[in-house]
C-alpha cells in the first residue's frame, strides 16, 4: 500500500520549454502532497506544499510563477516547470501524505534535463 | 534541520557487519521523526520512524535511537547486505507536518 507514482521518469528539454510533472497516489487519497527537488549529492530541498483544492504554499526561494502547482484531486498533483532553463536540472520528487497520518511516502522521481 | 552539502559522508562497512548512521537535528520541537533509504535514481524509501516520547524503536534488521538531550538521532542496521547501500536520510516533522531532511549519509557495503 501507499504506492505514489510519478510521470514521467525522465524528461530531455531545450531551454525555454514549460514541462509539466505528474504525482499520483495510486492506492490512497492524499489530501496533502509535497514537491521536491534535489540537486546531485544533495539533501531533498522543499519547494512547496499542495493541498487538494487550494492553492500551494511555497518555501521560501521559489517562483510560484516559474514552478506551478496544480492540485486537482486527491490523488494528482501536477508540477509545470514554465520556460525551463538548464539551471532547473534537476530530480524532481514528490510525495503523498495519508490523511491522519504524518508519514510521507514519496515518488520515484522525475529526472528533468534542459539543454 | 535544513542541510546542503557538497558532498555525502560515506561510511564504508563489511557485509555482515552492523552499520550506524547518525543524524543531528536542529529544532527542539520537533516530535516525529524518519528514516529514509535512497538508492541512485531513485525517490526516497521509508525505513522506520520515531515519535519524541521515545527513545528507541526497533524493525526488521534496523532500531532506531532518539536522544533528545542531544537532538540525536540513529539508525542501526544489523547484519548489513549489499542491498543497504544507498543514501540514508534522517527527516524531522515539525510545525505543518513538514519534512526537514538532513544531509544524508552513503553507506557503501563491502562484500
Known amino acids: 500500500g501507499a504506492v505514489v507514482s510519478q510521470h514521467p521518469s525522465w524528461v530531455i528539454c531545450k531551454s525555454g520549454t514549460s514541462v509539466k510533472i505528474e504525482c499520483r497516489s495510486l492506492d490512497f487519497q492524499a489530501t496533502t502532497m509535497f514537491w521536491y527537488r534535489q540537486f546531485p549529492k544533495q539533501s531533498l530541498m522543499l519547494m512547496a506544499t499542495s493541498n487538494e483544492g487550494s492553492k500551494a504554499t511555497y518555501e521560501q526561494g521559489v517562483e510560484k510563477d516559474k514552478f506551478l502547482i496544480n492540485h486537482a484531486s486527491l490523488t494528482l498533483s501536477t508540477l509545470t516547470v514554465t520556460s525551463a532553463h538548464p539551471e532547473d536540472s534537476s530530480f524532481y520528487i514528490c510525495?503523498?501524505?495519508?490523511?491522519?497520518?504524518?508519514?510521507?511516502?514519496f515518488g520515484p522521481g522525475t529526472r528533468l534535463l534542459v539543454l | 534541520g535544513e542541510s546542503v552539502g557538497l558532498h555525502l559522508p560515506t561510511l564504508s562497512v563489511q557485509e555482515g557487519d552492523n552499520s550506524i548512521i547518525n543524524c543531528a537535528y536542529s529544532n527542539s520541537a520537533s516530535d516525529y521523526f524518519i528514516w529514509y533509504k535512497q538508492e541512485s535514481g531513485k525517490g526516497p524509501q521509508f525505513i522506520i520512524d520515531i515519535r519524541s516520547n521515545m527513545d528507541k524503536r526497533q524493525g526488521q534488521r534496523v532500531t532506531v535511537l532518539l536522544n533528545k538531550t542531544v537532538k540525536h538521532l540513529s539508525l542501526q542496521i544489523a547484519a548489513t547486505q549489499p542491498g543497504d547501500s544507498a543514501v540514508y536520510f534522517c527527516?524531522?516533522?515539525?510545525?505543518?507536518?513538514?519534512?526537514?531532511f538532513g544531509g544524508g549519509t552513503r553507506l557503501m557495503v563491502k562484500p
Open positions: 527527516a524531522e516533522n515539525n510545525a505543518g507536518n513538514m519534512l526537514t
Open positions: 510525495s503523498a501524505e495519508l490523511a491522519g497520518q504524518e508519514t510521507q511516502y
